[in-house]
């Protein structure tokens, strides 16, 4: 028998405890032991609920019990996680986690505790809920120079986009809906800022190239100037916007964002809807393999860190090695990076047109039915610095939108 | 430095050559060693390819050379690669095998003796080509009841069914097309009539349920039923038609089965068109979560066998446990699963119209424009034994196509 400990009672770390209930004779199969939830850390009380008898508020007595060899971390935040974490590693106990926020801000340090302790550090759940993607990154896409990795991160937003693209209605009208819903936070801006998305692709970023990204150097765009008139165009052209994550190694360079994109029905990832996400990684031998599901929930969240718990009592004395390293990646700016761009911009395409041209060259114009006063085009594929320097000639921009 | 052989200089066998010498630095690094193919074995000459210095045509060369620790079979077929993967790993050599044929007949023996060696025998590029899908089933989806596993499993099949559904063409025309362009053999049968993807979804389920599956006893309909008449129905109800392998765990029985599958655009499967395959694994907790990639070819499939060389070296001398028991699981006989089905009857909707319904009830009637002297409708979820009862009191159906 393994006696683990769950630090938080909240929605993934009930949800871990309902996993281990519902599905326990699977998993202890598949572990290869019995596994026993020895105890559960939360401050508050949960009176009625069968947790209580194995309920405590002292993390010293999971820390200091010798006989906790496997913790999951899913309180969230980045402390008092990471001082939990850290002594339990070096107390010699794995640790698997949901915590994005810990393992992209600590992620490298952590991973040489757990080495040198001959432990295990996981945390298949940070990114992408319960698809499985950390392990496949380590462990499966080994033989590849990865040329890029894309990912729709963030079930919120894009919960939020696919409403926009598929019902018309505007950012606040369906942010709204999707707060009473639950979908959305009542503070949204860690969803609609593009922050966790950025945590996300930090991490999935510094385990595919072996170095680290610090998630602070990443630029980050949210969706809150996405409106309901640029998703008239995108269907009018047959397109959809996404929030993408992305890494890029191209030409020597690595270029690391999170933006919202414009892209058409043949992208791999356009059919993603909803709370969904999925991670397009695209290798020079391998191509594109993409993995898709539920990319947050408690049970899908909850199922991640239980599958990391497996592996961790699978390999309780044997550290899995993990390829990222404290070094910093040098990522270039992303003013280099190339692509085309979708444009708004103020008055009439007639009047306006020579105007373009001269700025931009011979472009593609676009009108909608029902949206006066303005209208559309599409640049070739330009640097984002070159796309600045044009469109500095041009009054009356509205928005411009990365495309792919 | 590792040495490693590779059995068969074939499309895969060169493949895996290439990929360790295009992507040699990467490789070396993920696997924390230098690995050198120091033998490829083949009966045939290659004037002038780089591999004549290290050809050979004997077998005994590789398996009596002790400096050999790592064996990549990609010759295909049963025999002689039983005989030769057999005996490597009684010789304490792990094996890394992109042959479905091989692991669908004889896995759980040759897993048992890899394990009792303290060896690896690894399969990913035996299902799904490049896509990861035997590792993320062996070692993360772990926390699971997998009420199902549904694979578009053979490029082929998909390629033509593709085809069919956007052009319009029948089957014969798109066959022909298929095999001019090398994506079809000159033989079509082990894909056309669902043999490859057979053994493919028999391997999947064994992996999902610890206990072997037997090919043979999988029930197994291929494609070339299938017509451009079934697709002008298809697009009428916005739908398409797949061949999906599957294997479902409900109400505790197994059904495992080979059959063309009428999908909805709702369907996580439907956008996966031409030579992509693609995976979907449905969890009691995670949900769908599903694995997309190229699933045959030259590089995505070597990408895969390299990834298990790397594994196999990154744990030359730890057995990862498989569960894959030779214990057979007992499936049970598909005519009491239970789904809808798509069936096309001749004749004219009004005159038999009350006939139809004393069979099958209240169903809703299909009729297509130019499609003339028939009509379709779709029965409500029954049983296959229930079909075939109700199916018999009719005479003149052209077809019936099951549903999801």
Chains 1, 2 share one sequence.
């Not at 922050?195 to 385990?207: E, G, H, N, Q, V």
């Not at 990391?308 to 004395?317: F, H, K, T, Y």
């Not at 708004?344 to 007639?350: C, N, P, V, W």
Request: proline fraction near 3%; charged fraction near 25%; charge should be negative.
């Amino acid at each position: 028998m393994i006696n683990i400990a769950v630090l938080g009672y909240g929605t993934v770390g009930s949800g871990v405890v309902e996993v281990i209930r519902t599905n326990g004779q699977i998993i202890d199969k598949n572990a290869g032991q019995n596994i026993n939830v020895k105890y559960v850390l939360d401050l508050r009380e949960f009176p009625g609920d069968p947790v209580m008898d194995i309920l405590v508020h002292d993390y010293d007595v999971i820390l200091n019990d010798p006989e906790v060899e496997v913790i999951a971390e899913v309180m969230g935040g980045v402390e008092p996680a990471y001082t939990f974490v850290k002594s339990a590693l070096e107390k010699g106990k794995s640790v698997c986690t949901s915590n994005k926020e810990l393992v992209a801000k600590h992620g490298p340090e952590l991973l040489r505790i757990a080495a040198a302790h001959n432990r295990n550090f996981m945390f298949e759940a940070s990114v992408g809920g319960g698809i499985p993607i950390i392990r496949p990154l380590n462990n499966a896409i080994t033989a590849d120079k990865i040329n890029s990795i894309t990912g729709i991160l963030n079930g919120t937003t894009n919960y939020i986009l696919t409403k926009m693209c598929k019902e018309g209605l505007d950012f606040d009208a369906v942010l709204k809906e999707a707060q009473e819903l639950g979908y959305a936070e009542r503070n949204p801006s860690a969803d609609v800022d593009g922050f966790d998305a950025c945590r996300k692709i930090a991490i999935l970023c510094s385990l595919a190239y072996g170095k680290n990204v610090n998630y602070e150097n990443i630029y980050t765009e949210g969706i809150t100037k996405i409106t309901d008139i640029d998703f008239k165009y995108a269907n009018k052209l047959g397109r959809s916007v996404k929030l993408f994550g992305k890494a890029e190694h191209t030409e020597g360079q690595f270029y690391v964002f999170v933006t919202p994109v414009m892209i058409d029905d043949t992208h791999p990832l356009f059919s993603v809807n909803g709370v969904f996400n999925a991670i397009l990684v695209n290798g020079n031998v391998l191509g594109d393999v993409m993995f898709y599901g539920s990319g947050a929930g408690k049970l899908p969240t909850a199922s991640a860190v239980v599958s990391d718990i497996v592996d961790a009592v699978r390999n309780l004395n044997h550290n899995i090695p993990v390829e990222w390293s404290a070094e910093e990646l040098e990522l270039s700016d992303i003013r280099s990076s190339k692509k085309r761009f979708f444009v708004r911009l103020s008055g009439d395409t007639q009047a306006r047109a020579e105007e373009v041209k001269a700025a931009f060259g011979d472009v593609e114009f676009i009108s909608v039915e029902g949206v006066e006063n303005e209208f559309a085009f599409i640049t070739d594929i330009i640097s984002e610095a070159d796309y600045e320097e044009k469109a500095s000639k041009l009054n009356g921009i509205i928005t411009r939108i990365r495309m792919e």
